[in-house]
Protein backbone atom coordinates (compact mmCIF):
# COMPACT_ATOMS: atom_id res chain seq x y z
CA UNK A 1 0.00 0.00 0.00
CA UNK A 2 1.14 3.33 -0.76
CA UNK A 3 2.63 6.06 1.56
CA UNK A 4 3.21 9.60 0.88
CA UNK A 5 5.23 12.45 2.31
CA UNK A 6 5.09 15.84 1.69
CA UNK A 7 7.49 18.57 2.15
CA UNK A 8 8.89 21.97 0.87
CA UNK A 9 5.92 24.19 2.35
CA UNK A 10 7.13 27.24 4.29
CA UNK A 11 5.80 30.94 4.16
CA UNK A 12 6.70 33.46 1.41
CA UNK A 13 5.34 36.78 0.44
CA UNK A 14 2.60 37.38 -2.37
CA UNK A 15 4.23 37.19 -5.82
CA UNK A 16 6.95 34.14 -4.30
CA UNK A 17 6.98 30.40 -5.16
CA UNK A 18 7.65 27.25 -3.71
CA UNK A 19 8.15 23.59 -4.54
CA UNK A 20 6.30 21.13 -2.99
CA UNK A 21 7.72 17.74 -2.82
CA UNK A 22 5.85 14.16 -2.43
CA UNK A 23 7.76 11.06 -1.86
CA UNK A 24 6.18 7.46 -2.10
CA UNK A 25 6.87 4.89 -0.05
CA UNK A 26 5.28 1.75 -2.27
CA UNK A 27 6.20 -0.28 -5.43
CA UNK A 28 2.85 0.36 -7.72
CA UNK A 29 3.60 4.55 -8.04
CA UNK A 30 4.28 4.69 -11.64
CA UNK A 31 0.67 3.25 -12.62
CA UNK A 32 -1.34 5.40 -10.13
CA UNK A 33 -2.76 9.04 -11.35
CA UNK A 34 -1.51 11.56 -8.59
CA UNK A 35 -3.30 14.70 -6.88
CA UNK A 36 -1.98 17.60 -4.88
CA UNK A 37 -4.77 18.50 -2.96
CA UNK A 38 -5.43 21.80 -0.40
CA UNK A 39 -7.64 22.62 2.37
CA UNK A 40 -7.20 26.09 3.84
CA UNK A 41 -8.58 27.16 7.11
CA UNK A 42 -12.37 26.59 7.49
CA UNK A 43 -12.70 24.97 4.46
CA UNK A 44 -13.26 21.25 3.05
CA UNK A 45 -9.98 19.60 1.25
CA UNK A 46 -9.98 19.90 -2.89
CA UNK A 47 -8.07 18.74 -5.42
CA UNK A 48 -6.20 21.54 -7.19
CA UNK A 49 -3.97 19.64 -9.84
CA UNK A 50 -3.90 15.98 -11.09
CA UNK A 51 -1.27 14.31 -13.39
CA UNK A 52 -2.11 10.82 -14.90
CA UNK A 53 0.41 7.83 -14.87
CA UNK A 54 1.02 8.78 -18.78
CA UNK A 55 1.66 12.73 -17.86
CA UNK A 56 -1.51 14.11 -18.65
CA UNK A 57 -2.29 17.08 -16.33
CA UNK A 58 -5.34 18.90 -14.65
CA UNK A 59 -5.70 21.93 -12.82
CA UNK A 60 -8.36 24.07 -10.80
CA UNK A 61 -9.28 27.32 -11.80
CA UNK A 62 -7.97 28.81 -8.76
CA UNK A 63 -4.55 27.62 -9.71
CA UNK A 64 -4.56 27.04 -13.48
CA UNK A 65 -1.43 28.97 -15.67
CA UNK A 66 0.36 29.33 -11.95
CA UNK A 67 0.86 25.97 -10.71
CA UNK A 68 2.49 23.08 -12.02
CA UNK A 69 2.40 19.46 -11.52
CA UNK A 70 5.05 16.93 -12.77
CA UNK A 71 6.13 13.70 -11.68
CA UNK A 72 9.68 11.15 -11.53
CA UNK A 73 8.81 8.00 -12.08
CA UNK A 74 12.14 6.58 -11.40
CA UNK A 75 12.15 8.68 -8.07
CA UNK A 76 8.75 7.63 -6.77
CA UNK A 77 7.90 11.75 -6.24
CA UNK A 78 5.31 14.15 -7.45
CA UNK A 79 6.46 17.76 -7.16
CA UNK A 80 3.96 20.99 -7.17
CA UNK A 81 5.52 24.26 -9.00
CA UNK A 82 3.56 26.76 -6.89
CA UNK A 83 3.93 30.48 -8.90
CA UNK A 84 2.51 33.86 -8.50
CA UNK A 85 1.42 33.03 -4.72
CA UNK A 86 -1.28 34.91 -3.18
CA UNK A 87 -2.68 35.12 0.37
CA UNK A 88 -5.79 32.66 -0.47
CA UNK A 89 -2.74 29.80 -1.45
CA UNK A 90 -2.60 29.61 2.46
CA UNK A 91 -3.29 25.90 3.21
CA UNK A 92 -2.35 22.80 4.11
CA UNK A 93 -1.17 20.68 1.22
CA UNK A 94 -1.80 17.23 0.57
CA UNK A 95 -0.77 14.46 -1.94
CA UNK A 96 -2.17 11.44 -2.77
CA UNK A 97 -2.83 8.34 -5.46
CA UNK A 98 -6.11 9.10 -7.18
CA UNK A 99 -7.76 5.67 -8.20
CA UNK A 100 -11.49 6.34 -9.78
CA UNK A 101 -11.33 9.50 -9.29
CA UNK A 102 -11.17 9.25 -5.68
CA UNK A 103 -8.04 9.81 -3.54
CA UNK A 104 -6.84 5.92 -2.92
CA UNK A 105 -4.46 5.99 0.11
CA UNK A 106 -3.80 7.50 3.31
CA UNK A 107 -3.54 11.06 4.10
CA UNK A 108 -0.31 12.05 5.43
CA UNK A 109 0.61 15.15 7.56
CA UNK A 110 0.87 17.34 4.51
CA UNK A 111 2.64 20.34 4.34
CA UNK A 112 1.55 24.37 5.14
CA UNK A 113 1.91 27.12 2.79
CA UNK A 114 1.54 30.54 4.34
CA UNK A 115 1.83 33.25 1.79
CA UNK A 116 1.41 36.28 3.95
CA UNK A 117 3.01 40.48 3.43
Known amino acids: QEQFVESGGGWVQPGGSLRLSCAASGSMFRIYSMGWYRQAPGKQRALIALIGSGGSTNYADSVKGRFTISRDNAENTVYLQMNSLKPEDTAVYYC???????????WGQGTQVTVST
Open 96 to 106: NAVVGSRPFAS
